[in-house]
């Protein structure tokens, strides 16, 4: 569906280019997005992120390599098809009333029904009481749900969301993600790209993400291989005497955990594993309060901070 | 999207008709009572087709008002990036909205030929051929704010009528005063760029002898459409910020 192969974007004109001053933003980047998947895109302040989705919409062109959407220059099939867009800074015309954007986005968009479509986004986005102010008496997070109503008027295939969250409420966070999860869930081929500085939201949203670091793709984690693999395991028991020795025998190597007294990080493998040994603990007479599978969070993975040689930092 | 368009237009439409007072008044073409002015002077100076300067500089001014910023202001606030996520062509919208602009000045151009004669004489002493003159302007200068609007990141109205001033200027100084302040080629070359008031003159001079200049009217059209073609040359090769 998305395709960039060794995508090199340098800032500068023909005269830095031969001063050699040109600012290279974007350096052999190859990502795939493929049909019915979301990719996020993740990375400090000048890794690029926002050139990447200029190149995505075809407002940049590549200083080398290839962009392509289903096939096509991202330019050409964004004016075919369009894209469900959500720009980092949502910048619509100050003196349009909310309903009148929408109507003229509709419009411009040759969806059908255009007014029945944007009023019913002004109503799936809760701008019913704000139809009628201007953009520029909008506060931030109205604003940005004007943006994310636009980019829901039309029959997209991709969507592209940069910084979505950005001024909303936790309320319209969590329905955000109802938002875009129903979107998908419309057509199984749709995919999503999502740039943000927020990773628990780009985990709860994306099935990979992307980490830019300077221009290059420093890796891709999929979210989805490391919610299937299950290393290890946060095991807690009454404090009854002997309990931690018994934990220790059916668990060897576990290691007590930062929480309350008898919470230890044990590693058995997979669940039916896990379960077993739980059994035995309980053979033994132990109350077991609770087990969970501990799974390395994005932001862990994002910021390399896991560490375990004891307790967990 | 044409409706919405006009809607969103209708602040420098009233700008434009407040321009329709302005040109009303302080043009000397439409003054020519005969109650007020000589009749030497009346019919010396001002023939009533003289108010096709009026209509023309209407019209330009009109395009200005209606284009000012049209595409940089878009492209500096950033109002282009929602825009063009949806499938539109940006020449396609932007050509629409150029074509507005000229509709709309041609028909406030018309109405105010209309509603200025009937004002000012009580009767239609000029008929329909001195729009010609007015739809060169606006598509003269129509076509210079085009490409200026791609080209800079703003002031693209202003630029364009401090050009106004300055080729009005120009060929006063080089043609009714005969001076050279240039060397003749670098003179001529800058004639030529400037926007061709003199050959919608020539126009008005020809229509006024009964006969249109075809010449005149080709190379006055044709800079207004050498300008528009560079604008959508432009808007094509040039990246969006």
């Known amino acids: 569906m998305i395709r960039l192969v060794d995508v090199t974007k340098e800032y500068g004109g023909r005269i830095a280019r031969a001063r050699g001053r040109t600012v290279r933003a974007l350096d052999g980047v190859s990502l795939e997005v493929p049909p019915g998947t979301s990719l996020g895109i993740v990375g400090p302040n000048g890794a690029g992120k926002s050139t990447l989705i200029r190149l995505l919409l075809g407002y940049l062109r590549p200083t080398s390599g290839e962009v392509a959407l289903e096939g096509e220059p991202p330019r050409a099939y964004v004016e075919r098809h369009g894209v469900a867009y959500v720009p980092e800074v949502v910048a619509i015309p100050r003196h349009w009333t909310t309903r009148f954007a929408l109507h003229a986005y509709a419009a411009l968009g040759e969806v059908e029904h255009h007014h029945e479509k944007a009023d019913a986004a002004l109503a799936r986005l809760g701008l019913e009481e704000v139809a009628n102010r201007r953009v520029s008496a909008l506060s931030k997070g109205t604003l940005q749900r004007l943006g994310i109503a636009q980019a829901l008027l039309g029959n997209r295939s991709i969507m592209v969301l940069d910084e979505p969250t950005s001024g909303l409420d936790p309320e319209w966070i969590a329905r955000l993600r109802d938002i875009v999860a129903e979107w998908r869930a419309a057509d199984p081929r749709r995919v999503v790209v999502i740039a943000s500085h927020d990773l628990d939201e780009l985990e709860r949203n994306a099935e990979r993400v992307a980490v830019l670091q300077s221009g290059k793709v420093r890796e891709v984690i999929d979210l989805r291989a490391s919610a299937a693999r299950v290393p290890a395991w946060r095991l807690e028991v009454e404090p009854t005497p002997g309990a931690e020795e018994a934990v220790r025998a059916v668990f060897p190597g576990a290691l007590p955990e930062e929480g309350p007294p008898l919470a230890f990080h044990v590693e058995a493998g997979d669940a039916p594993e896990m379960n077993r040994r739980v059994a035995a603990l309980m053979e033994r007479g132990l109350t077991v309060r609770a087990w969970t599978p501990e799974r390395e969070t994005l932001e862990e993975r994002y910021r390399g901070k896991r560490g375990r040689g004891g307790k967990k930092r | ?241």
């Open chain 2, 1 to 241: 999207m044409i409706p919405l368009l006009l809607w969103s237009m209708r602040w420098r439409l009233l700008l434009v008709a407040a321009l329709c007072l302005f040109f009303y008044f302080f043009e000397p073409g439409f003054h020519q009572h005969g109650d007020e002015v000589g009749e030497i002077l009346n019919q010396e100076l001002l023939d009533p087709a003289g108010i096709a300067f009026s209509l023309a500089n209407l019209a330009a001014a009109s395009m200005l008002v209606l284009l000012a910023g049209f595409v940089s202001g878009d492209r500096r606030k950033g109002y282009y990036r929602i825009f063009f996520s949806h499938p539109t062509r940006p020449a396609a919208f932007y050509g629409l909205r150029w074509g507005l602009a000229f509709a709309l000045t041609m028909g406030v151009v018309s109405l105010f030929l209309v509603f200025g004669q009937l004002a000012a004489w009580g009767e239609l002493q000029v008929g329909p051929m001195v729009l010609l003159q007015a739809a060169l302007f606006a598509l003269i200068y129509g076509g210079l704010v085009a490409f200026l609007s791609v080209l800079l990141p703003r002031g693209d109205a202003l630029v364009a009528l401090a050009l106004f001033f300055l080729t009005d200027w120009w060929f006063l100084l080089t043609g009714q005063l005969g001076a050279q302040p240039l060397p003749l080629p670098l003179q001529q070359a800058v004639s030529f760029i400037l926007p061709p008031h003199v050959a919608v003159s020539d126009v008005f001079s020809g229509l006024l002898a009964g006969a249109v200049p075809w010449g005149a009217v080709a190379f006055a059209a044709g800079y207004g459409v050498f300008w528009l073609a560079a604008a959508w040359l432009l808007l094509r090769v040039r990246e969006w910020p």
